[in-house]
């Protein structure tokens, strides 16, 4: 089984409808966070959380809210979905500093979302 | 100013021919990871290689190498033996361990030709 599921995988919405895309993790990882990758672009940071109660703005935060459930859940909601927000959506968990640092802090990724707003 | 740079949008590579794909970083946290993606027309995101600030040698990682460059701020990723399948988009990424945040240049297209 995947280390970082989205759920869903494909979504296509109307203007103004509400949307919530979803994000578990069996990593065990504190931290999570939400991009957006807009065609032949790189990926810009949503929001992050370091842990259940501290949750953080990133550079394109404006439209969006998130919600981190538990330890192993991070949703990501967007209130009034307008069409400039279609753009494939990837969740990521990392671990906390281990102090020795290495490949397992990395970001592992999930299998992305692909949202299209009409 | 830009925290991670990809200057090359995209690049073509002869079949089983060496190819290096650039990055320059900036920064002022001492403690920093650089880190390397692969991104196929599937979409995913697939790490392949990771290069710590404090690390003297470089990187490896099968097929991959990252030749970093401290003093020029640089980790270029070298793949030897290009394969069809090393087609896709790759991104660069650094994790400043002090201030605790990822950021990603905006990615190369490789392409493999036969």
């Known amino acids: 089984d995947a280390d970082v599921t989205q759920t869903p995988r494909n979504r296509i919405t109307k203007t103004g409808k509400r949307i919530m895309l979803e994000c578990s993790q069996t990593?065990?990882?504190?931290?999570m966070y939400w991009y957006r990758q807009d065609p032949g672009l790189g990926l810009r940071l949503i929001y992050y959380?370091?842990?259940?109660?501290?949750?953080n703005k990133g550079e394109i935060s404006d439209g969006y809210s998130v919600s981190r459930q538990a330890q192993a859940k991070f949703s990501l909601s967007l209130e009034s979905a307008i069409p400039n927000q279609t753009a494939l959506y990837f969740c990521?968990?990392?671990?906390?500093?281990?102090?020795?640092?290495?490949?397992?802090?990395?970001?592992?990724f999930g299998p992305g979302t692909r949202l299209t707003v009409l | 100013a830009q925290k991670i740079t990809q200057t090359q949008p995209g690049m073509f590579v002869q079949e089983k021919e060496a190819v290096t794909l650039d990055c320059t970083y900036d920064?002022?946290?001492?403690?920093?990871?650089l880190f390397w993606y692969k991104q196929p027309s599937s979409g995913e995101m697939i790490f392949l290689i990771y290069?710590?600030?404090?690390?003297?040698q470089n990187a490896t990682e099968g097929r991959y190498s990252l030749n970093f460059q401290k003093a020029r701020k640089s980790a270029n990723l070298v793949i030897s033996a290009s394969q069809l399948g090393d087609s896709a988009m790759y991104f660069c990424?650094?994790?400043?361990?002090?201030?605790?945040?990822?950021?990603f240049g905006s990615g190369t297209k490789l392409n493999v030709k036969p």
């Open positions: 990521a968990t990392a671990s906390r500093d281990s102090g020795t640092s290495g490949s397992s802090d990395t970001q592992y």
């Open positions: 990593k065990g990882h504190d931290r």
């Open positions: 959380s370091f842990d259940v109660k501290d949750i």
């Open positions: 920064t002022s946290d001492p403690s920093y990871g």
């Open positions: 290069q710590g600030s404090y690390d003297q």
């Open positions: 990424a650094m994790r400043e361990w002090n201030f605790n945040k990822f950021y």
